[in-house]
Structure formats: structure tokens, C-alpha cells
């Protein structure tokens, strides 16, 4: 059962198919997110979990046993239960069960809520340690909004603001896994001026990210500040030619190429301990002005 929220400004759909956001819309009825077209990718606004990206060979070791584990994880995939739904808010959850436990062998439950409060969207995903071992876990979201947005502006008009200059190097995916190899960040007195040939070899993975905060969107047209506190990585991702740029915060990302240890030593890996809770936020906040 999908829910739908507003406020006088905001109108969102999430889905109970991955707990994910599938429509956000403007106080006009202006579409700001991607509509899943297939001949592109039908991801709208997936939720990555218990892993970012790939793990080496599609598998992580967990007291040394192996276990296979697709890309970024089963949670974007799975049925999640509404809990909660009301005018401007709603909660979905997914638990453990024997399918995740051979997957990944943690006993968990993952809270996502929806909340839209004026122009303001917020996702929180909240992982509680459901086991008796201290549980290693990645979170990441993955908003895929309108490129061009439906502000009037031209698609080469777009960039990304930071809230800092990001001078540290950038790295990318290869086969899935970030690479040893780091390139110099095409990140300009804080602005990323968006371009196909940016993604001609994949995603950019900001995996020395200062900035806590992003604001996407074109001179003399609306904008959209995307806000991550507690994310230390980021990635930015399209595919050349697609009507949309994913702005992906994370709490983790990819294996790095030769990483062949525990999953609990993956990098940006966090550990949740018996009975406790970490929540992992993300706010959209719709701004009808320029960057």
C-alpha cells in the first residue's frame, strides 16, 4: 500500500515496494523527481541498504563465511509494511526475516519515515539492532530529480552548489567497486557545472566530502537544497542523455578494488550495537530561486 503526503507546497508518494519515494511534486503539480522511464533506468528514489554499491564478487564475509549480497543491498527491493500514515507524514518498516538472514545475517528492523513540513521533505531511515552481535551496516539514498528541473531553465544551465569548495579528489566506479585511482575534483569555488560528459565513466564518488549540504538547480529558476548532516559521502550520477541527476548521500560506499576483509572493516561501514538505533537522515527542500 503506497502513501501520499502534502503540505500547502509539497505532495509526495512513496511506495511500500521499497519504501521508496516514487513522486514529488510542487505546490503547481510541477513533477521534481524522475518518473522511472525504462529506457533510461527505473529507479526513482531507491533506499540502499545493508550496503552502497557493489561488495567484491557480490559477496561479504561475516566471521568468515561468505555471503551473496546484491548491489546495494535488498532493502530497495523488498515489501515494506505502513505503519504509520497520516496527512503530512507516514512511517514503513521492514524486519528481518529468513530471506535477509541468508543474505546478510543480522537480525534487524528499518524504520523509514516521510515527513513534509512546508517546502521541506525529510527522510529519516531508522536501523535497529534487533541480534545479540554488534550488527555492520551501510545507508544510503538515492533521489533521481527532473534534469532539466520544471523551473523553465535549460538542462546546461544546471549545477550543483556545494557548501564547500571540495578540493579532495574524487574516484569513481569500476566494475562496480571504487577505484585505487583518484581524479581531481571537478568541483570549481564550490560549484559542479553539470554536464553528460561528467558520467561518460559512471557516477562521481565524493569519498572526502566536507560539505553536509548541496543546492542543485539553474540561475533565474527554482532550485533544490538537498540536506545530509550526518552523511559523510556523496554521489552524483546520471546516465548520459537521461532526463535526471541522482544527488545520493550516503553513510558508506562501494568496496574498494582489492578489499578482500570482514564486512565490519569495509570502509564507512558503521556498527549498531544489540538494541540500538541509528538513524540516517536526508532533507529536500524545494527553493523557487536561483542558485
Known amino acids: 500500500m503506497s502513501a501520499t503526503i502534502a503540505s500547502p507546497y509539497l505532495r509526495a508518494q512513496v511506495s511500500d515496494r521499497g519504501a521508496e ?24 528514489s531507491p533506499l540502499l541498504f545493508p550496503i552502497v554499491g557493489r561488495v567484491r564478487n557480490d559477496r561479504i564475509q561475516v566471521d568468515g563465511s561468505d555471503y551473496e549480497l546484491p548491489k546495494h543491498g535488498f532493502a530497495r527491493g ?17 524486519c528481518s526475516d529468513e530471506a535477509t538472514l541468508r543474505q546478510y545475517p543480522f537480525p534487524f528492523q528499518l524504520d523509514v519515515s516521510y515527513k513534509i513540513d512546508g517546502t521541506t521533505l525529510t527522510v529519516t531511515a531508522s536501523v535497529t539492532n534487533s541480534g545479540s552481535a554488534a550488527m555492520p551496516v551501510s545507508l544510503g539514498f538515492h533521489p533521481a530529480f527532473r534534469w532539466p528541473l520544471p523551473f523553465g531553465a535549460p538542462r546546461e544551465a544546471h549545477a550543483v552548489r556545494f557548501e564547500y569548495e571540495e578540493t579532495a579528489p574524487i574516484r569513481r566506479p569500476v566494475d562496480g567497486l571504487i577505484s585505487r585511482k583518484a581524479e581531481m575534483s571537478p568541483v570549481r569555488d564550490g560549484i559542479l ?19 553536509r549540504s548541496v543546492v542543485y538547480g539553474a540561475p533565474r529558476g527554482g532550485s533544490i537544497r538537498v540536506d545530509f548532516p550526518g552523511m559523510p559521502h556523496l554521489g552524483i550520477w546520471t546516465k548520459p542523455g537521461a532526463g535526471f541527476i541522482c544527488i545520493e548521500p550516503w553513510q558508506g560506499h562501494a568496496d574498494p578494488e582489492g578489499f578482500d576483509g570482514e564486512l565490519s572493516a569495509k570502509p564507512g561501514i558503521v556498527l549498531v550495537q544489540p538494541g540500538g538505533t541509528r538513524d540516517f537522515a536526508m532533507g529536500i527542500t524545494v527553493r523557487h530561486v536561483g542558485i
Open 193 to 211: 557545472l553539470l554536464n553528460d560528459n561528467l558520467f561518460e565513466t559512471d557516477a562521481l564518488v565524493f569519498d572526502q566530502l566536507e560539505s
Open 21 to 44: 519515494l516514487v513522486r514529488l511534486q510542487d505546490e503547481q503539480g510541477r513533477d521534481l523527481l524522475w518518473d522511472g522511464d525504462p529506457a533510461f533506468w527505473t529507479g526513482r
Open 78 to 94: 523488498s515489501q515494506f509494511e505502513l505503519k504509520e500514515s497520516e496527512a503530512s507524514r507516514c512511517r514503513f518498516r521492514l
